[in-house]
């Protein structure tokens, strides 16, 4: 079993640990693309958040490559995708009382989404 | 898992006031609380998505009642008991001597 040593606190401590993955994986969207995001209620771990559930919004920036949190939080391995910056409009997310100024930038997962 | 932890678009849990000059810890065992999760972290008892799960998995109402730094005890203790590197028992122990202690 790995053991901390006094000379990797300091990196950790600053950094944490990245969960950016070196697969070669092909994204399924690309920049200005809309989607909709898939109305999933998965009974594990899933880091996209109820309220966006089978909303639309535009992919602004593909960040790379991440391990897939649904899956590694179970041991169930990192199934290794493209996260992407999306944006929503607070119309889109909370309805017509929103303010039209509004804009949610969320980090979404290759498999959260469908192309529209 | 549609748990107490998603608090997006929640209403009336009142304002987020943030705190001029807040502290890094603001008590002595928040401290002690992110050194546990560094070693056991580095010492290769979960990773970061287990950690949060297990957060996920505190009863609701005690994890809306209680502190961050409580959240990340309640995660370390769970995932220690389930990879067996401490027993449920080692821990009502220890936290029993440590509540005989304190009084």
Same mark, same amino acid.
């Given at each position: 079993?790995?053991?901390?040593k006094?000379?990797?606190?300091?990196?950790?401590?600053?950094?944490?640990?990245?969960?950016?993955?070196?697969?070669?994986v092909?994204? +399924?969207? &690309?920049?200005?693309?809309?989607?909709?995001?898939? $109305?999933?209620?998965?009974?594990? /771990?899933?880091?996209?958040?109820? !309220?966006?559930?089978?909303?639309?919004?535009?992919v602004? +920036?593909d &960040?790379?490559?991440?391990?897939?949190?649904?899956? $590694?939080?179970?041991?169930?391995? /990192?199934?290794?995708?493209?996260? !992407?910056?999306?944006?929503?409009?607070?119309?889109?997310?909370?309805g017509?009382?929103?303010?039209?100024?509004?804009?949610?930038?969320?980090?979404?997962?290759?498999?959260?989404?469908?192309?529209? | 898992?549609?748990?107490?932890?998603d608090?997006?678009?929640?209403?009336?849990?009142?304002?987020?006031?943030?705190?001029?000059?807040?502290?890094?810890f603001?008590?002595?065992?928040?401290?002690?609380?992110?050194?546990?999760?560094?070693?056991?972290?580095?010492?290769?008892?979960?990773?970061?998505?287990?950690?949060?799960?297990?957060?996920?998995?505190?009863?609701?109402?005690?994890?809306?009642?209680?502190?961050?730094?409580?959240?990340?005890?309640?995660?370390?203790?769970?995932l220690?008991?389930e990879?067996?590197?401490?027993?449920?028992?080692?821990?009502?122990?220890?936290?029993?001597?440590?509540?005989?202690?304190?009084k």
């Open positions: 079993m790995p053991v901390l006094a000379d990797m606190v300091e990196t950790l401590v600053k950094t944490g640990a990245s969960c950016r993955a070196d697969a070669k092909a994204p +399924r969207f &690309r920049c200005g693309e809309r989607i909709v995001v898939r $109305n999933i209620n998965p009974l594990h /771990h899933t880091r996209l958040p109820r !309220y966006v559930r089978g909303k639309r919004g535009t602004e +920036r &960040r790379g490559v991440f391990v897939f949190p649904d899956t $590694n939080a179970h041991g169930q391995g /990192h199934k290794a995708q493209h996260v !992407y910056s999306v944006r929503f409009t607070g119309r889109e997310l909370w017509p009382q929103a303010s039209e100024r509004d804009i949610l930038y969320l980090d979404l997962w290759d498999d959260y989404m469908d192309p529209v | 898992m549609n748990g107490a932890h608090l997006g678009g929640m209403h009336g849990l009142g304002s987020i006031d943030a705190e001029p000059n807040e502290p890094v603001h008590e002595e065992w928040e401290r002690r609380m992110f050194g546990l999760f560094i070693a056991t972290f580095a010492g290769g008892h979960f990773n970061v998505d287990e950690f949060r799960h297990a957060i996920e998995r505190m009863d609701p109402a005690h994890y809306l009642e209680s502190p961050y730094y409580e959240h990340w005890l309640h995660s370390c203790e769970t220690l008991v990879s067996g590197a401490i027993s449920r028992k080692e821990l009502d122990a220890r936290v029993a001597k440590l509540e005989k202690e304190a």
